[in-house]
């Protein structure tokens, strides 16, 4: 099976070509903020996708997804085993209590 670990070395691969090849390489050439908007549109995308129920949509914008938050991880310098650590560190406490211990939150 196909992992998020493997997409992420892909990303990686395709990141430093630098012969006009690699949507990845261009992407991540513009600009975080660039990644950043792609990120936002696939969300949105995924999004209707999901609220209209067509399964297929929300597949296939769940996977565009994936990849551009991948890409603006790299594009940010912040590793997907980073971002993996978090996620156990938060395995330990209910998401309520730990949505609720950051600094900040008003609820």
């Not at 551009?68 to 209910?94: I, K, Y």
């Amino acid at each position: 099976m196909f992992t998020l670990t493997d997409l992420d070395e892909t990303i990686a691969r395709r990141a430093s070509v630098a012969d006009g090849s690699s949507y990845t390489a261009s992407l991540i050439g513009k600009g975080v903020n660039k990644c950043a908007q792609k990120l936002g549109e696939e969300a949105v995308e995924a999004a209707i996708a999901a609220a209209s129920g067509d399964r297929g949509e929300v597949t296939k914008e769940a996977a565009d997804v994936l990849y551009h938050l991948l890409v603006l991880l790299r594009a940010s310098n912040v590793s997907l085993s980073d971002v993996m650590a978090e996620l156990e560190s938060r395995t330990a406490q209910s998401g309520l209590a730990e949505k609720a211990a950051r600094p900040g939150n008003k609820t």
